[in-house]
């Protein structure tokens, strides 16, 4: 059975990266981590990462949390038989492998891992 190895970060799913970052930075004091362009934004909030998703990062209208796995395939398998909902099927993004479920409440989640080697 997989298992966690760590809750990543709360993603925030943002029509416009720019206005969201400026309020999050300036508004709430957040600090930047990280940017990717137009697409994607990590801020500290203390020990919890906020991630800001907009355009093609954006993985659902719904807040999520990720949670990084070893083996993300492995995983989806697992959490699919437990009683999860693939919502979108593993993909190698530009900093992971990933893929969006949903509990069996309905609620989003995004399981993460290394991108395998080829």
């Not at 957040?30 to 990462?49: I, K, M, P, V």
């Not at 190698?92 to 479920?101: I, K, N, Q, S």
Request: hydrophobic share 45%.
């Amino acid at each position: 059975m997989a298992k966690v190895i760590k809750a990543g970060m709360v993603i925030q799913p943002v029509a416009d990266l720019e206005t969201t970052l400026a309020f999050y930075r300036d508004a709430l004091g957040l600090e930047l981590q990280f940017r990717d362009g137009d697409r994607f934004a990590a801020l500290r909030a203390g020990s919890t990462t906020i991630a800001l998703a907009a355009g093609e990062e954006r993985l659902d209208d719904r807040t999520l949390v990720s949670y990084k796995v070893e083996d993300v395939d492995a995983a989806i398998d697992d959490f699919i038989a437990a009683g999860a909902e693939l919502v979108r099927a593993a993909e190698d993004g530009p900093h992971e492998r990933r893929a969006v479920l949903r509990d069996p409440a309905g609620n989003p989640f995004v399981v993460y891992g290394s991108v395998p080697a080829s």
